[in-house]
């Protein structure tokens, strides 16, 4: 067989060309465009566009371009607008001829942080694909779990500003740095550390790595099909990471009407202030472990081995002598409980029990209670089975990190780092409502 050469080339004039025809049945857009629901968003956003002048560039398309972005992991606009001059799915998605002009990328990052920003599109597209997912049956809306994931910022740990400097050189310091640190208020804390570049992130020690500027990315997951019924960004510290779980639960529960009978999470939301929130004003079951340092591995005799009793608010010893409440609420929220000396000394158990002390002491959280709650729920087979159901929230994590390529911040500050994970949320919750809603292979 001889070698064969390509006949004609590429100087007809005319085409007879389908744009619908190209993409595929089965491609990942094209299922995306059959459950994205975008027709409430002129109405959303009309109050912030002006009626004279001229014509802006057409809503859909500004909103679904970034959606091919969020989804197709392209988080660079510049690069999202090649990717679409020259991908015929996309294309497709955007309402785009083949001869249509691609925007400028100048013309996303100025709506998004302008009008976007102002009229909270992006919650807005991520409650209307929460409410898709809910009437398609993937929330069940029965347990959630929470849990937090560090992102790192787009700042060196190099270029670093300590309090003592802040004293020293104040005169040098730049405007992002002095405009957070009046967030902060006269009475604010400074971290032992500032980013010059990003001041609100905060630096943190990941286990086995070296310091970094990160935030934390918080999500509210429901446990039926993985689904993130809430986000949250925050500065890395983990009672901002606790507070931020019960904003997301109080906003799911109002936006919604999904108020979980049960929370999965980790040992840090095992404080007890956490789990009294939960069982005395949300009433929801937390199957989550309980933050204790009560107990030692040490003590003969740990707490454990006393009996509460809850009539006459004290303690019962083993021999039965009491341990009565003294003193004033600690600033940890917690009181001691005192034996009185004379029993103690009589005490047979005395050298096993307090040896270097005259009398017993055991310090109770006044949120014991909720504690006593969660710590009976251990071992039950609902806990168990939200033990297992919490791996949902982790492969979330998972899908933002590894499949749309949330490995680092893009955009500085709180606000854009909250808006990046909202985007990834989106994008993740779309691609598992495409997913579901699939159309059954024929044979």
Known sequence: MMMGIANGGQQRLFYQF????????????????????????????????SHPGSPSIDL???????????????????????DVRLNLAYRWFCRLGL??????????????????????????????????CIQSGLVGGEGFAVDASIIPADASRVNTITPEQ?????????????????????????PKAISQSDPEAARVSPKGGPGLYAYAANCLVDLRAGIIVDTETTQSHRPQEVAASQIMIDRTRETFG?????????????????????????????????????DTPTQRFPRSKFQWDAEDQRYIFP???????????????????????????????????????????????????????????????AYERSTDDRKKVVISFAQLKRTLGITRLRLRGLRNAADELLRGAIATNLRKLAKYNRPPTSA
């Not at 050189?169 to 902060?184: P, S, W």
């Open 319 to 381: 021999e039965g002598k009491p341990l009565v409440a003294r003193g004033k609420v600690m600033a940890d929220n917690t009181r001691n409980y005192l034996a009185a000396t004379a029993d103690c000394r009589a005490c047979p158990l005395k050298s096993q029990c307090c040896p270097g002390t005259d009398q017993r002491a055991i310090r109770r959280s006044i949120y014991e209670d909720a504690r006593d709650v969660a710590r009976s729920l251990e071992g039950t087979p």
């Open 99 to 132: 001869e249509a002009p691609i925007p400028d990328h100048s013309s996303f990052s100025k709506n998004r942080t302008g009008r976007f920003r102002d009229s909270n599109l992006l919650r807005k597209i991520f409650e209307d694909v929460l409410r898709n």
């Open 60 to 82: 859909g398309l500004m909103v679904r371009m970034p959606i091919v972005g969020y989804c197709c992991g392209i988080r660079s606009e510049r690069r999202l607008c090649e």
């Open 258 to 294: 999904l108020s979980p009978d049960r929370l999965a999470a980790d040992t840090a939301y095992g404080t007890g202030p956490m789990l009294d929130w939960l069982v005395n004003e949300r009433e929801i079951a937390p199957h989550i472990p309980v933050w204790d340092k009560t």
């Open 166 to 190: 802040i004293v020293k050189d104040a005169h040098e310091i730049n405007g992002k740095v002095l405009d957070y640190l009046a967030t902060l208020g006269p009475e604010g804390s400074l």
């Open 18 to 49: 389908d744009l619908d025809a190209v993409v595929p049945e089965d491609h990942l857009l094209r299922r995306i465009d059959a459950v994205l629901d975008l027709s409430t968003l002129r109405s959303h956003l009309a109050a912030f566009y």
